[in-house]
């Protein structure tokens, strides 16, 4: 398994390790539980230098990019971070990602770690003239501090006014108790936050800087158990269970990433007959009636009746429910409505509720 550059600091905080895409991470720290309410409720610290970064230069990158992914980035202006569903022709998901901006010749593209070999391959083989992309994974630890918590305790250690950088926005050269860093605010648990890309060999330092100044703050470290327990409950999807290749944007709910009205670009004409026609299938949100926590890939039933699968699911521990996401038949995706999930050969009552399950209070 590849390791971070965090790995040892995880190992000494009693992190227990598990492999995750091909990577050494911690699934949590504390416990899951614990973690995922120090988030919601003040602050956690995430290494997520597991994911991937692909660096897209030249005078045809933007021509290049707007191709490849699915959202507009014509009118973005630099310094500007967007999100974007990438497509296969048949309109099935290659991966999703976030688009940094630092010039129109010059894009980060932020990928997800169990596809950054399969994302890079896929932008080589549908590449242009005047176009440049270079893996530059290894070039970067990140950290993410998220949290209500997050902005005061990461303006304890610098004197950028880190307000200004609004969400989705990012900054580079950014310094950080004496490291440079780009800080962006995009975040992937439903709260506030921020994201610090730095060279691998500071990681250990900063890591351990930002945990001691958070202490009074009640800061802690999380694992990927509480990030995947926190993006679910705001109903964000995770590639290989919202999104995959066989599962359009489109069908995800994803449609207002999908910008038609740009031009071509890779699976416009199946995503836009799949728009026009409707989709036969739908992700939709539920909770549990009965006792049962559902779990990806059960099935879901309506009248002994296979309807489609459970895409997450899990115990929510801000609503305090058992709630999962499922990719079901459109007659079913009503809210309020009752279904069955299989959970060990037997039907359990769920209901149909609105996505997001959570949403956080914005002062």
Known sequence: MK???????HVNLGGKIVE?????????????????????????LFDVSHMGEILIEGSAAEKFIQHLVTNDISNMKEGKVIYSP????????????????????????????????????WMLSNSMDNVIITNITDNYAQLALQGPKALGILKSLTNFPLENIK???FEEKVDISGVEALVSRTGYTGEDGFEIY?????????????????????????????????RFEASMPLYGQEISKDITPVEAGLTRFIKFEKGDFIGRAALLSKKDS???????????????????????????????????????????KNIGMALID?????????????????AVKAKIMELPFYSRKRG
């Open 3 to 9: 390791k971070t550059p965090l790995y040892e600091q």
């Open 20 to 44: 995750f895409a091909g990577w050494a991470l911690p699934v949590q720290y504390s416990g899951i539980l614990e973690e995922h309410d120090h988030v919601r409720n003040y602050a956690g």
């Open 86 to 121: 990438m497509c296969y022709p048949d309109g099935g998901t290659v991966d999703d990602i976030l688009v940094y901006k630092f010039s129109n010749i010059k894009y980060l593209l932020v990928v997800n770690a169990s596809n950054t070999e399969k994302d890079y391959q």
């Open 167 to 169: 969400p989705f926005r």
């Open 198 to 230: 730095i060279s691998p060999e500071y990681a250990a330092t900063l890591w351990n800087k930002i945990l001691e100044k958070g202490k009074k703050e009640k800061l802690i470290p999380a694992g990927l158990g509480a990030r995947d327990t926190l």
């Open 278 to 320: 409707g989709t036969r299938r739908t992700l939709a949100g539920f909770e549990m009636i009965e006792r049962g926590i559902p779990r990806s890939h059960y099935d879901v039933v309506s009248s002994y009746k296979n309807i489609g699968f459970v895409t997450s699911g899990n115990f929510s521990p801000t609503l305090k």
């Open 330 to 346: 459109n007659e079913y995706a009503n809210v309020s409505k009752e279904i069955d999930i299989v959970i060990r050969n037997k």
